[in-house]
C-alpha cells in the first residue's frame, strides 16, 4: 500500500505570495494533520481534520488555512508568505475515529514538501 | 503553557551498550504520549505509544519506554544499540482535553558508534 504522500516535494516563492500544498493520506485513513517543522527544531502542530472537519488548531495565524475533501485528501494554504515560514511542511494521516478524539493514534508522516520563502 | 522538553541534543553511546533518551512533559492530565523517529532522507516514523496500562510499553525495533506518572517523564530505552539505530528521536503528547493536537519535542540525535 501506498504511504502518505504530498506535493510538491520542493516549493521557492517570494514574499507575500500565497502557496498551496497538498496531501494524500494512507487509504482508509480519514484523519490528516498538518505539521510546521524549522531546521532543528520538532514539527509544529498546524492543523488536523477528520472526516472533513476542524477537529484541532495549532497557535498559527489566520494566514494559514486548510480543507479535506470527501477523498480525505487535504491542502493545506498559507497566504501572505514570510520569510519565516520557511520550512519542511508536513501531513499525517491516521485511523483515528471520534471515539478516541483523535487522539490516541500513531500517526503516519509523508516526506514533507520544503517551502522556501525568498 | 503544554510542552515536551528532551533535555539532551545528542546521545552517544557504543554499539551493543544500553540507551536512554530522555523525555518529560508538561501537559495537565494523563495525555497519550509516543516516540517517533527520523532516519536521514527518510519520514518520521512511529515506534511506540503508551495509552494506558503497563508503565513499560514495548515497540518497533527492540525500542521500549518507560511511562512515569510522578516524574512525568517517558524516556526512551533499548537493551542493546546498534550502529543502525543512529537517528533522530521525538517524543511527542497529545493532551486529552482541548481539541486535537500533538506536540513534538525538539528531538534528540543519536549517535552509535561501531
Known amino acids: 500500500d501506498a504511504g502518505v504522500t504530498q506535493s510538491p516535494t520542493h516549493l521557492i516563492k517570494t514574499r507575500g505570495q500565497h502557496v498551496t500544498l497538498r496531501c494524500s493520506p494512507i487509504s482508509g485513513h480519514k484523519s490528516v494533520s498538518w505539521y510546521q517543522q524549522v531546521l532543528g527544531q520538532g514539527p509544529q502542530f498546524i492543523f488536523q481534520y477528520y472526516e472533513k472537519e476542524e477537529r484541532g488548531r495549532g497557535n498559527f495565524p489566520d494566514r494559514f488555512s486548510a480543507r479535506q475533501f470527501p477523498n480525505y485528501s487535504s491542502e493545506l494554504n498559507v497566504n501572505a508568505l514570510l520569510l519565516g515560514d520557511s520550512a519542511l511542511y508536513l501531513c499525517?494521516?491516521?485511523?483515528?475515529?471520534?471515539?478516541?478524539?483523535?487522539?490516541?493514534?500513531?500517526?503516519?508522516f509523508g516526506p514533507g514538501t520544503r517551502l522556501t520563502v525568498t | 503553557a503544554q510542552s515536551v522538553a528532551q533535555p539532551e541534543d545528542q546521545v552517544n553511546v557504543a554499539e551493543g551498550n544500553p540507551l536512554t533518551v530522555k523525555c518529560t512533559y508538561s501537559?495537565?492530565?494523563?495525555?497519550?504520549l509516543f516516540w517517533y523517529v527520523q532516519y536521514p532522507n527518510r519520514g518520521l516514523q512511529f515506534l511506540l505509544k503508551y495509552i494506558t496500562g503497563d508503565n513499560l510499553v514495548k515497540g518497533s525495533y527492540g525500542f521500549e519506554a518507560e511511562f512515569n506518572k510522578s516524574q512525568t517523564s517517558f524516556h526512551l530505552k533499548k537493551p542493546s544499540a546498534l550502529v543502525s539505530d543512529s537517528a533522530l528521536y521525538f517524543c511527542?503528547?497529545?493532551?486529552?482535553?482541548?481539541?486535537?493536537?500533538?506536540?513534538f519535542g525538539a528531538g534528540t540525535r543519536l549517535f552509535v558508534k561501531a
Open positions: 511527542a503528547v497529545s493532551p486529552l482535553t482541548g481539541g486535537f493536537k500533538t506536540i
Open positions: 499525517a494521516s491516521s485511523s483515528s475515529g471520534l471515539g478516541m478524539g483523535g487522539m490516541g493514534y500513531e500517526q503516519y
Open positions: 501537559v495537565s492530565g494523563n495525555p497519550y
